[in-house]
T-cell receptor, first 112, second 117 residues
Framework: GDSVTQMEGPVTLSEEAFLTINCTYT??????LFWYVQYPGEGLQLLLK?????DKGSNKGFEATYRKETTSFHLEKGSVQVSDSAVYFC???????????FGSGTQLTVLP | DTGVSQDPRHKITKRGQNVTFRCDPI?????LYWYRQTLGQGPEFLTY????????KSRLLSDRFSAERPKGSFSTLEIQRTEQGDSAMYLC???????????????FGPGTRLTVT
């Protein structure tokens, strides 16, 4: 079945540092790929998406590129802020129901 | 507010009791999903509705769980004879899906946190 493997956390960075959170997937067919973010005490929010190979999703300074050859969708940001502290989930959409399969999440803490 | 809403936000119940949660999706969305999230894990798919039809159920959805979406609007998730292992966050999401194309991005509600004592 479909699966998502995400870089284990927690990750602690200083403000303005470069962020990479690795995500690889296994899926049949051609899934859409997503990053969701969960801020403390809040629900899951869609951060960015990519629907086909070589697509780059971007939002709020975050980027991720759909790499079919390496089955990866790594999340990057050039300069993190304290307000980026949250849990980040990589997910794919597949199956007849297009349900989401999530990774286990990566806790990011950014220190001032 | 036109987002996904869920009620209640928190529920504490004793083992063996029945509980029911409600989800109101974004009004024009025809697809509705239920997920369960335990501490430190990503959400896991439970079930899916397209309009009023329940089209898919995960193996995680035991016989004690039932979900409905009458008239293709709001949905309810009921757990009968709750067990301590049912303690989790129950998330509802909705999306607008047409045919077999599109990204089917899903929008999540705030969740209902269930604690079974």
């Amino acid at each position: 079945g479909d699966s998502v493997t995400q870089m284990e956390g927690p990750v602690t960075l200083s403000e303005e540092a470069f962020l990479t959170i690795n995500c690889t997937y296994t899926a049949t067919g051609y899934p859409s790929l997503f990053w969701y973010v969960q801020y403390p005490g809040e629900g899951l929010q869609l951060l960015l998406k990519a629907t086909k190979a070589d697509d780059k999703g971007s939002n709020k300074g975050f980027e991720a590129t759909y790499r079919k050859e390496t089955t990866s969708f790594h999340l990057e940001k050039g300069s993190v802020q304290v307000s980026d502290s949250a849990v980040y989930f990589c997910a794919l959409s597949g199956g007849s129901a297009r349900q989401l399969t999530f990774g286990s999440g990566t806790q990011l803490t950014v220190l001032p | 507010d036109t987002g996904v809403s869920q009620d209640p936000r928190h529920k504490i119940t004793k083992r063996g009791q029945n509980v029911t949660f409600r989800c109101d999706p974004i009004s024009e969305h025809n697809r509705l999903y239920w997920y369960r999230q335990t501490l430190g894990q990503g959400p896991e798919f439970l079930t899916y509705f397209q309009n009023e039809a329940q089209l898919e159920k995960s193996r995680l959805l035991s016989d004690r769980f039932s979900a409905e979406r009458p008239k293709g609007s709001f949905s309810t998730l009921e757990i009968q004879r709750t067990e301590q292992g049912d303690s989790a966050m129950y998330l509802c999401a909705s999306s607008l899906g047409r045919g077999t194309s599109g990204s089917y991005e899903q929008y999540f509600g705030p969740g209902t946190r269930l604690t079974v004592t």
